[in-house]
Nanobody
Framework: QVQLVESGGGLVQTGGSLRLSCVAS????????MAWFRQSPGKEREFVGA????????YYSDSVKGRFTVSRDNAEKTTYLQMAELKPEDTAVYYC???????????????????WGPGTPVTVSS
């Protein structure tokens, strides 16, 4: 069983930056696709970005492309989500997720990920 724990959420003003971290209870992140999702009240969980288990290529949703960056430190078992130019609509609980079986066609689907963290809240004030 893989356990994930996010940190780094908080309150930030519009246009500000924030970095989220996700630590996994594994020896290494090699072999895992690591992703970030978010969920706002009354909305479905939404894909934000991911770093694939193959080649560590990154993918992003259109809503955050160019503003958010996913990175990983495999040895430190940590995944990061660097968020810049934050907007009020980025307000949500952010979740880290991991998958050993993800394929590119389902990288943005929550069902592709077997392991989830409890989430960390991000609030962007206007």
């Amino acid at each position: 069983q893989v356990q994930l724990v996010e940190s780094g959420g908080g309150l930030v003003q519009t246009g500000g930056s924030l970095r989220l971290s996700c630590v996994a209870s594994v020896r290494t992140l090699y072999g895992y696709t690591m992703a970030w999702f978010r969920q706002s009240p009354g909305k479905e969980r939404e894909f934000v970005g991911a770093s694939r288990r193959v080649g560590f290529h990154t993918y992003y949703s259109d809503s955050v492309k160019g503003r958010f960056t996913v990175s990983r430190d495999n040895a430190e078992k940590t995944t990061y989500l660097q968020m810049a130019e934050l907007k009020p609509e980025d307000t949500a609980v952010y979740y880290c997720a991991a998958s050993q079986t993800e394929v590119l066609s389902n990288i943005a689907a929550a069902r592709a990920y077997a392991y989830w963290g409890p989430g960390t809240p991000v609030t962007v004030s206007s």
